[in-house]
């Protein structure tokens, strides 16, 4: 049986998404099937393409050319120029991609970037990211964002909130659930049987004992000894600081951080350009490339594909991972 192709979201049409979409076609070609949900006049000039109306239909499509699953918008793509009234489309475009992958039309879901202000001047976007939408979308309570590379693994805890409120944000059920999260995704989808955790602390070397803080004392080793209680194999609270060097990283497949930078700031200096996007705790397969709709460099012609092509790559590694399972 055919594994079904996975379904490529256009995101912001005026950023980097349709030119990402379109090298990262040339240089895969059929080797991993995917294909792109938007309006073609979108594409840059001269892409190759043809208009399929079914997922199914993407396979019959030669290597070098991209299919396309045609989603009319109201205006043209001005590049690093968001037009509000394409707004509605992109959100209506993600929608379709969720009805499609929870179908089985598409074996995963994978994101471009949208413009989370322009959604919002454009539609009213009551949602703080792309994560929290498709969670909406799925129905479920709670997701974790993954930030994935070949050397490194990372979830924060607290995500897009100011660092000042991080600390009155961490509960105890937040956190478990954080931690069970991840490990069911490694489980699920990266075919790891028995996964290794490390927890960071908040404060700096974890607290020292509370000379610098209690977080550690009070919330984070009660979790974690929790954890352990149910089965995980998990270490900390950590030093952050001692963490991401090549012997730490050994010794855990994931990290689980309290705070955004100190989950994303390791990752995007260990592969800036190949960071993937993992939303784990769906009920599909949902990656992103970890960068943003790059308005500056938009229409230039310089984009470079490479962390969609690692994340496509990745989603078919999920896919082909909880088809085993």
């Not at 912001?12 to 090298?23: D, L, M």
């Not at 938007?38 to 199914?56: E, F, K, M, N, V």
């Not at 019959?60 to 699953?69: K, N, Q, R, Y």
Request: proline share 9%; glycine share 10%; net charge neutral.
């Amino acid at each position: 049986m055919r594994t079904p192709p996975i379904a490529l979201t256009c995101g912001e049409p005026s950023g980097v998404g349709p030119e990402i979409a379109a090298k990262a076609r040339a240089r895969l070609g059929g080797a991993l099937p995917f294909f792109w949900v938007g309006d073609p006049s979108h594409l840059p000039q001269g892409t190759p393409h043809r208009i399929i109306h079914a997922p199914a239909e993407a396979a019959g499509v030669p290597d070098e050319v991209l299919p396309v699953l045609r989603h009319d918008f109201p205006a043209a793509a001005i590049p690093g120029r968001p037009a509000p009234e394409n707004a509605a489309a992109v959100i209506s475009v993600i929608e379709r991609g969720v009805a499609l992958v929870m179908r089985g039309e598409a074996s995963a879901l994978c994101t471009a970037p949208i413009s989370k202000k322009a959604l919002k001047d454009g539609a009213g976007f009551a949602f703080p990211g792309h994560t929290e939408f498709l969670a909406h979308l799925a129905g479920v309570k709670r997701v974790v964002m993954m930030l994935a590379c070949d050397d490194l693994r990372v979830v924060p805890v607290t995500i897009h909130i100011p660092l000042k409120d991080v600390p009155k944000a961490l509960t105890e059920e937040l956190l478990l659930d954080t931690i069970r999260l991840t490990e069911d995704g490694l489980r699920r989808d990266f075919g790891l049987q028995a996964p290794r955790l490390a927890v960071a602390g908040l404060n700096p070397h974890a607290g020292e004992g509370g000379a610098m803080g209690h977080e550690e004392m009070r919330l984070i080793a009660p979790v974690i000894a929790r954890a352990r209680d149910e089965g995980s194999v998990i270490a900390g609270p950590l030093p952050a600081d001692t963490m991401f060097h090549p012997a730490a990283r050994a010794r855990y497949d994931a990290a689980i951080c309290m705070y955004h930078d100190q989950a994303l700031i390791p990752i995007k200096t260990l592969d800036f350009a190949g960071g993937v996007n993992v939303t784990l705790g769906l009920p599909f397969i949902r990656t992103s490339p970890d960068h943003g709709t790059a308005f500056d460099i938009a229409g230039k012609g310089i984009a470079e594909p490479t962390s969609l092509i690692a994340a496509l790559k990745m989603a078919a590694e999920m896919a082909a991972a909880r088809s085993d399972r």
